[in-house]
């Protein structure tokens, strides 16, 4: 579960967190940075920024504490295509998001051995995020100690059309029967492929300001993850609200689709 350099008795983690009930991905949708700004007066740009240093913590504390993989829900489809009154503010977002990442947190991308993904109908968004996203990637390749995935411009609806898509064209092209496509070879065409395995699917998804859904983020991934909701805004979230949430993941028993009994058997 821990970092590859790192066994799970090796870790310093804070008290109260067991290292072998450490996820091994945890998930984040990044709720509440408009409010956040709207409540202290300020533009909403200043609360995309603010999310972004609240990012970068999470970030941090994940590498300390052995996550392998972490991915964050930036913008959803329908916010960038559904909601044209407020697409200026949206554009200041996406442009920041990944842009900022990648002028903000290299140094510690290095450091840490921190590979970063995005994920999402790339072709949709601006020219300028495309750019970044892709340099950004590539700076990263070789990095292994943490995945770090954007999903911006991201729909789990979408990713599991453009997966059947792709398994219909090989059908189409004769490289396949329909017979053999079974749920992992539909997992191994969503865009979480650019994880291990192991790691595609989140443990924990977190989702801060109150909002009580998963809002068409990670629908196939996330069937077996356990969920923790926070009236906290993004902007705020930091060291102790995450311990709160890997604590709370850690007294839950996990059964996987299975019951009780059948767990006993």
């Excluded at 109908?121 to 601006?126: E, I, Q």
């Excluded at 100690?145 to 059309?161: M, N, V």
Aim: glycine share 6%; hydrophobic share 40%; charged share 25%.
């Amino acid at each position: 579960m821990a970092d590859k350099d790192l066994l799970p008795e090796a870790l310093v983690l804070p008290i109260g967190l067991r290292p072998e009930l450490m996820p091994r991905h945890v998930a984040f949708v990044l709720d509440g940075n408009r409010r956040w700004a709207q409540a202290r007066g300020l533009t909403t740009l200043e609360g995309y920024e603010a999310g972004v240093q609240a990012l970068k913590k999470i970030v941090e504390l994940s590498c300390t504490w052995g996550i392998r993989a972490i991915t964050v829900f930036t913008m959803s489809v329908e916010n960038f295509f559904g909601r044209p009154e407020m697409m200026r503010e949206i554009n200041f977002g996406l442009e920041l998001i990944v842009p900022g990442i990648r002028d903000q947190m290299v140094d510690m991308l290095a450091r840490e051995r921190i590979r970063l993904h995005v994920i999402g109908d790339l072709s949709r968004m601006p020219p300028s995020l495309q750019d970044a996203a892709r340099e950004v990637e590539e700076m990263t390749r070789n990095n292994s100690r943490l995945h770090f995935t954007i999903a911006a411009c991201y729909s789990g609806k979408w990713d599991i059309a453009q997966a059947c898509r792709e398994l219909a064209t090989k059908v189409q092209d004769k490289l396949l029967m329909p017979e053999d496509i079974d749920e992992a070879m539909l997992a191994s065409h969503l865009s979480t492929n650019v994880l291990e395995p192991e790691l595609a699917c989140p443990d924990l998804v977190i989702r801060t300001s109150g909002e009580l859904r998963l809002s068409n983020f990670l629908l196939w991934q996330s069937a077996y993850s356990e969920l923790y909701f926070t009236n906290t805004l993004w902007p705020d979230f930091g060291e102790d609200e995450y311990l709160e949430a890997l604590k709370d993941f850690q007294s839950r028993e996990r059964r996987f689709g299975k019951s009780k009994s059948s767990q006993a058997e």
